[in-house]
């Protein structure tokens, strides 16, 4: 029989995310409210909290552009209090494939490049 939450730690991403995908669902307080938080355990425990880059590619026909995609990654930077060294880049095609050459070359746009903890 196994422990009640065996394995949770081993399983899980151990990201304290500032909850972008609740920012695609307009729900701006819950961003800025995980953001703040996010920010607490980034000051308090820094040694515990590593920044860390994601890559959000970007295809031809996908459901958001590099507009769309760039003021959301801002809004995003700045209602989860990112700090200015750490905001969104929004990179080329040639940087997409360069920060990451297996992305599905075919219709790539460019990428978002964003910060989690």
Do not use: C
């Not at 899980?12 to 953001?35: D, P």
């Not at 997409?96 to 989690?116: M, Q, R, S």
């Amino acid at each position: 029989m196994q422990d009640f939450a065996q394995g949770t730690s081993s399983r899980s991403t151990k990201l304290v995310h500032g909850g972008l995908r609740y920012l695609k669902q307009f729900q701006i307080g819950v961003v800025a409210e995980t953001g703040k938080e996010r920010a607490i355990v980034y000051e308090n425990g820094p040694h515990v909290t590593t920044p860390e880059w994601m890559l959000l590619p970007m295809h031809k026909g996908g459901t958001f552009g590099k507009f769309s995609t760039s003021i959301g990654l801002g809004m995003y930077d700045r209602l989860a209090g990112v700090k200015k060294s750490e905001r969104k880049k929004m990179l080329s095609k040639k940087e997409t494939l360069a920060k990451e050459p297996l992305v599905k070359k075919e219709g790539l746009k460019g990428g978002g490049y964003y910060v989690e903890y």
